[in-house]
């Protein structure tokens, strides 16, 4: 397959993703779909950033506080994502008893991101966090319908596992957000030698990390 063709079945799979339709390689080319799927989820990390970048902008946070806030905000997302996928794959193994095909599981898993590649749109003021949001329930909605045919599963057990899977996930951020909001800002300070206001209200809105410097006000 060429990088042409590569591109065209990544762009084919995110429309079809976002029509709640299984994309082609899913289904039909399997040894093809893991490399289409990274496409896919790499096209979303993009997007991603790129709404993020413009947030960062617009608060007038730049250079290397910018790539910091992105490096923490990245590690954040990618330890819950991981965890994600490791809840996926044990209730899939569980209810199929160890009938499992993990590289098709992983390569639904990175197809769900698809409806990520327009999470540019988080920078809009008020609605950006409601998007990411909706976003985020798109996704887990889409997983499993992925899920489906691969783990020649109903729809229902489908359902089930994705959204376990998001449970344990958001169990995770919950516990990790006292933690995770006190070892950033102490992080954030060692770089940037500003010190910041950073809660776990902060960390489990899902906003980019952009931490409110103390500035000092003179009479």
Not at 86 to 91: D, T
Not at 128 to 136: A, D, K, Q, S, T
Not at 140 to 145: G, N, P
């Amino acid at each position: 397959m060429s990088v042409v063709e590569w591109f065209v079945q990544v762009f084919a799979a995110v429309g079809d993703i976002l029509s709640f339709r299984a994309p082609a390689p899913l289904l039909d080319s399997p040894g093809r779909a893991l490399s289409v799927a990274v496409g896919v989820a790499v096209l979303a990390g993009l997007s991603t950033m790129i709404g993020h970048a413009v947030v960062f902008v617009i608060n007038r946070v730049r250079r290397l506080r910018m790539v910091a806030a992105m490096a923490l905000g990245a590690v954040y997302t990618a330890l819950l994502r991981g965890v994600t996928g490791a809840g996926i794959a044990l209730v899939a193994w569980l209810v199929t008893r160890g009938t499992v095909d993990a590289e098709m599981v992983a390569a639904a898993y990175l197809f769900a991101a698809a409806p990520h590649v327009l999470a540019f749109g988080v920078f809009i003021p008020y609605l950006g966090l409601l998007f990411g949001r909706v976003l985020e329930v798109w996704s887990a909605v889409v997983l499993a319908f992925l899920l489906a045919p691969v783990l020649a599963v109903g729809l229902l057990p489908a359902l089930v596992i994705s959204g376990v899977a998001w449970l344990a996930a958001h169990l995770l951020s919950v516990a990790l957000a006292g933690p995770l909001a006190r070892g950033t800002a102490r992080a954030w300070t060692l770089v940037t030698g500003h010190e910041t206001f950073l809660t776990s209200s902060d960390v489990l809105s899902g906003a980019p990390f952009v931490p409110l410097e103390h500035r000092e006000h003179h009479a």
